[in-house]
């Protein structure tokens, strides 16, 4: 069994059924269908190999009433399907068009059907490609000045008959967006300062040639574009919150071209420039009007069924709703988060704003109130490189109902049902408002202010730990503060108990809970780690909640080294801190120090640490320098193997002795050398161990790697309720991983069953290693493997603190010197065992 879900609602534009009680999300390869009424996910439509980013829903007066349940779709992996999505069947018909799909609008089906006796004509598509020369890799971002190649392109495309028309419309640096007109006369696209728009035509020939276009310019880089329901008014959006109405765009040229029919339409006409209200140089408009509101870009626009209203919306979070006959608009603030689309449903008085926070909400027009809300996992912000050694928490499964816990930008924990793929609450870590201001300084290269870093969960769930971090600014400020919070007994909610301000005097990189006691250990780069654990002195009950205080016991330090990981031993009798490159071992009840383990060669920072189950193994990795991984075996304390592997996550599996790694595929800086973000830096490796053999027991490849996590699961997600009711037959659990991609997907599969493979958009099917040969090798050569050190005679071997324990008690304790003297110094000669020619002399 496989679970997915997760994604973001909100990258592309989504579509309302023609009856309007679905709602058409594109969520990575899949198309999700929504009931408006439950705002729960109904069917997925699988058959895509990469993002979809284009949903069109078949309306009904090109159907006949026939069916209202079709939908073309569009892909980066270069096909554009035609479905059913009443099933989760496979698409009716597949059109494999050759090059990544950013955005594809079909004007044909918004024409009017063909009477009675004439021939219907064939299914047109206009297709802004990624346009990429054979062999090169995409870049997702080009840069101004200097030589950059054309990678995008609007091409025309006949669905009917499986080929492209000669030519193409216009070439761009970066794929850009279309837009259609309500009836499919027009459509549109914005690149640089210049608003296109193409006339369509009623037939088509061999050649780009027969479609009209009319460039509309601006003094502004223009963001978006869309048309009122007459196809008289051209509307785009700018960089500086403007926004700009044409009138009657391209009438003049469609005279002329009637007059001069056959002439080359690529050039508009010369002739005397008119005079025209706002219109800029010769441009094809009667007018041109201007209205302003926003402080920061538009980034979505939409006019109303009936055209009496514009829409617009930008970073601010604000709706604001325009007539534009009169210039005066109305304002629905606080949506929580940048607009970036706005859809018209089939009610008037109903239509969806797509947030950047990865909500869908529906507001009713006449109350300006939210109905509804589909929410998806929150974003969250990577953090900044004055963090680099905090290793954060990305996501994890909150012990007592198995939901998976996520920090979000908005510092808050999202708590998400896996198995539903629906939201289920969100408690509040540290306040803060989000306005206008604070995301275009969430932009800057400075980037946000405020974070949470971790968060850890008792064994038995009552209890969670947070750290919630504010950087200073211009080295003024700045704190931590480590939070406590009590689960109610009843439902998903937590109360604050204990707040420790700046609990350590650096940046906290780790926090980690004891596995059967309340204990919790944190780890900073201030060379100390903190063992914290509930004071008996605070404590208050009631009928649904029990509260208790929380103190610090006691505070370890290594050589004066920095605390860069810790992870407990299944059994809780062993904590493991990583200072700086060293692995120590510790007492976690009497903060004893108990030895060091071997350092490899060339060791580095150590990022991630933890204890294999079921087994004598701890495996640690470091990021910095050269990436390595490196397994211990502790009965006798050497090197069982050593990788040179990038690890982006580690994580251990409860019920069997193996981990799972991602190991990212590319180098770890993300930006080349020439400034782009490389693609091939986010692809990564999910691989599966056993701590005795460096080689995978299974491998998959992911694409968002970096800034992804993995963990696995101790409660039964992957079988049914009704399975886990019925089944007594004492069968062992199964493994659980949850794999969560920079993007926000993720993936629930058993690692370890071989009959169950992960064919789904994040995970494509496992390839065990080869007889003789590792997954590994092919992509990083020959792991390096140390020889296993013989265990060596432990009466004979000298330990790093040979008086043991003698010492270790306050100085009003210890005995007196005369006392101790003699042990102390007994202690420190080396003991060795008798041979047998020593025995003889």
């Known amino acids: 069994m496989v679970i997915r879900g997760g994604a973001s609602l909100v990258r592309y534009q989504p579509a309302f059924s023609n009856d309007g009680k679905r709602l058409l999300v594109c969520k990575s390869a899949l198309v999700t269908v929504y009931s408006t009424a439950t705002s729960l996910p109904v069917l997925h439509l699988s058959g895509h190999k990469d993002a979809v980013t284009t949903v069109i829903v078949v309306p009904t007066n090109i159907t006949g009433n026939v069916s209202t349940n079709h939908c073309w779709t569009a892909s980066m992996d270069g096909t554009v399907r035609f479905w059913d999505f009443s099933t989760d069947a496979p698409p009716i018909k597949t059109i494999v068009v050759g090059r990544p799909i950013v955005s594809m609008v079909i004007p044909s089906l918004l024409r009017p059907p063909p009477k009675e006796g004439e021939k219907a004509s064939n299914m047109i598509a206009y297709l802004s490609l990624r346009w990429l020369k054979e062999g090169h890799e995409p870049r997702l971002e080009a840069v101004e000045g200097g030589k950059v190649d054309w990678h995008g392109r609007v091409k025309v495309y006949d669905l009917t008959k499986s080929r492209y028309l000669q030519g193409s419309l216009i070439k761009t640096i970066t794929p850009q967006a279309l837009s259609v007109s309500p009836f499919g006369s027009f459509v549109g696209l914005t690149w640089n300062r210049k608003v296109h728009v193409w006339r369509v035509p009623s037939t088509y020939s061999v050649h780009v040639r027969c479609i009209t276009l009319t460039t509309l310019h601006h003094t502004k880089t223009c963001r978006v574009v869309t048309f009122d329901p007459t196809e008289r008014v051209v509307a785009a959006g700018d960089d500086t919150g403007r926004i700009l109405c044409w009138q009657s765009v391209g009438e003049r040229r469609l005279d002329q071209i009637v007059k001069q029919k056959g002439s080359p339409t690529s050039v508009i006409p010369k002739g005397p420039k008119h005079s025209a209200s706002g219109v800029r140089g010769n441009d094809d408009a009667e007018s041109c009007t201007t209205y302003h509101w926003h402080a920061n870009a538009v980034q979505s626009l939409c006019f109303s069924v009936d055209g009496t209203y514009l829409f617009s919306g930008g970073s ?270 510790w007492n976690p009840y009497t903060n004893g120090f108990v030895t060091s383990l071997a350092s490899v060669p060339s060791p580095q920072k150590i990022r991630h640490l933890a204890f294999v189950h079921k087994s004598q193994f701890l495996v640690a990795a470091s990021t910095e320098g050269k990436p390595r991984m490196t397994v211990w075996h502790l009965p006798t304390l050497s090197v069982r193997w050593s990788s040179l592997l990038y690890v982006e996550a580690l994580a251990v599996d409860p019920r069997n002795s193996v981990f799972s790694v991602i190991a990212l595929t590319g180098p770890p800086s993300m930006v080349t050398k020439d400034g782009y973000e490389d693609a091939a830096n986010r692809k990564a490796v999910v691989a599966v161990f056993n701590p005795e053999d460096p080689t995978p027991i299974a491998a998959w490849s992911i694409r968002e790697g970096r800034g992804g996590t993995l963990m696995f699961s101790t409660s039964n997600l992957l079988r049914d309720q009704e399975e886990v009711k019925e089944s007594d037959d004492g069968r062992k659990p199964e493994s659980c991983l949850a794999v969560l991609t920079g993007s926000r997907e993720y993936v629930l599969f058993n690692p370890l069953d071989k009959k169950v493979q992960p064919e789904v958009f994040a995970l494509p099917a496992p390839q065990g290693p080869e007889e003789g040969a590792s997954a590994f090798s092919a992509l990083y050569g020959k792991a390096a493997t140390p020889k296993i050190r013989e265990p060596k005679d432990v009466v004979g071997m000298r330990a790093a603190r040979p008086w043991g324990d003698l010492l270790n008690a306050p100085s009003h304790v210890l005995p007196s010197l005369t006392r101790i003297s003699y042990a102390f110094m007994e202690s420190l000669l080396e003991k060795q065992t008798d041979t047998e020619e020593q025995r003889n002399l």
């Open 316 to 585: 601010e979070g604000t709706l604001v709703i325009w007539q534009p006959e009169t210039g005066k608009q109305q304002y629905r603030p606080r949506l929580g988060g940048p607009l970036v689309y706005i859809t018209q449903s089939k009610d008037p008085s109903v239509f969806a704003i797509s947030c950047l926070d990865n909500t869908i909400k529906f507001i009713n027009l006449g109350t300006t109130h939210v109905e509804k809300c589909f929410q998806g996992i929150r974003t969250f912000t990577p953090l900044p490189d004055v963090l680099k050694w905090v290793s954060n928490t990305r996501a994890l499964f909150e012990p007592k109902d198995g939901k998976l816990a996520f920090p979000t930008d908005h510092m808050g924990l999202q708590f998400y049902d896996p198995v539903r793929d629906t939201h289920l609450a969100e408690v509040q870590i540290a306040p803060r408002t989000y306005v206008g201001a604070d995301f275009k300084k969430d932009l800057s290269e400075s980037g946000p202010s405020t974070f949470v870093t971790h968060v850890a969960f008792s064994s038995d769930g009552s209890i969670m730990a947070t750290i919630d971090i504010c950087l200073p600014e211009e080295d003024i400020g700045g704190s931590a503060t480590l939070k406590f919070w009590d689960r109610h007994a009843r439902r998903l909610s937590y109360t604050l108990s204990t707040v420790v301000n700046d609990p350590h005097g650096a940046d906290i990189t780790s926090m980690v809970y004891h596995p059967s006691q309340h204990l919790l250990v944190t780890c900073s780069v201030d060379a100390t780690f903190k063992v914290w654990v509930q004071s008996s002195d605070f404590k208050v009950e009631d009928d649904y909640e029990t509260v208790t205080g929380w103190r610090c016991r006691s505070v370890g330090s290594y050589r004066h080294k920095q605390m860069l990981a810790g992870a407990f031993s299944p059994d809780g009798s062993l904590l493991a801190a990583a200072a700086e490159e060293l692995v120590t071992l």
